[in-house]
């Protein structure tokens, strides 16, 4: 019985070592099944197959050409600014000029700017910088602003006060009023009326006393006035520079011509 048994043993190892070399062949051997040999028949030709190297990182390009174009802009305005001895660079130190300059070159070639409206007072304040520029290069165009009455009433001390007055306004049949917040004097107030001309506001000042209201005053927003609007019709892109660095009145800048 042990003798058959040792026998048995024997002929495993010998059946499965066999298995293991591929010497019983078929597909169910083991040689088979590390192969796979109907892969390799399936291939369509395998000789043509080519490995390639990897291909290098493209980082250091990238990096290369946006530097590029961080410093195109600062190239092309070098190149395309006219050789001209008034053509110089802001001044460094002068940010706020080097600021608007950037943002008044809007071209290259000639364009319309324009600055304003500055009154009288401020003209005398513009006109001098102006004159660094060719004569006839640039204008002033007059134009009249109208003027601002209100029939008023007020101002009041505080909120309560205010609402008193409005809630007495309301009593009177038909009449017409807004509360005044700007400007900062004039706040906490009615307005009964809003005119372009002083006489206007006169008439209704008178109208509305006939009617009972008799502490209403006519008081003047903004007189009537005429101002200009400084206008150079061509140009340059030297000429934008230099009117970028100018100081005008109120924080007033150049621009680009409306009309």
Known sequence: MLRALVVVL?????????????????????????????RIKAQVHPERL????????????????????DDAPATADSSSAPASGTDTPPRPGNGA????????????????????????AEQR??????????????????????????????????????????????????LQFEEVR???????????????QEAQAHNALETLRQRGIRTARVVTVRPAQDVAVVRVPQASLAIQRLLASMTLPAGKGFGVCKG
């Open 10 to 38: 024997i002929l495993a190892n010998l059946g499965f070592f066999a298995w293991r070399e591929g010497w019983l062949g078929g597909p169910w051997s083991h040689a088979h099944a590390g192969r796979e040999p109907e």
């Open 50 to 69: 080519v490995v390639e190297p990897p291909v290098a990182a493209s980082v250091p390009a990238m990096g290369k050409d946006l530097e590029t174009a």
């Open 97 to 120: 000029a080097a600021g608007r300059a950037s943002a008044v070159a809007v071209a290259a070639g000639p364009v319309c700017l324009e600055a304003g409206p500055f009154s009288l």
């Open 125 to 174: 304040q513009v006109t001098p910088q102006l004159n660094q520029l060719a004569s006839g290069s640039w204008t002033l165009q007059n134009v009249a602003v109208q003027g601002l009455w209100l029939v008023y009433m007020g101002p009041y001390g505080d909120a309560e006060a205010l609402g008193r007055k409005q809630e007495e306004l309301r009593r009177i049949r038909g």
């Open 182 to 196: 700007s400007p900062a004097n004039l706040a906490m107030g009615v307005s009964l009326g809003r005119y372009n």
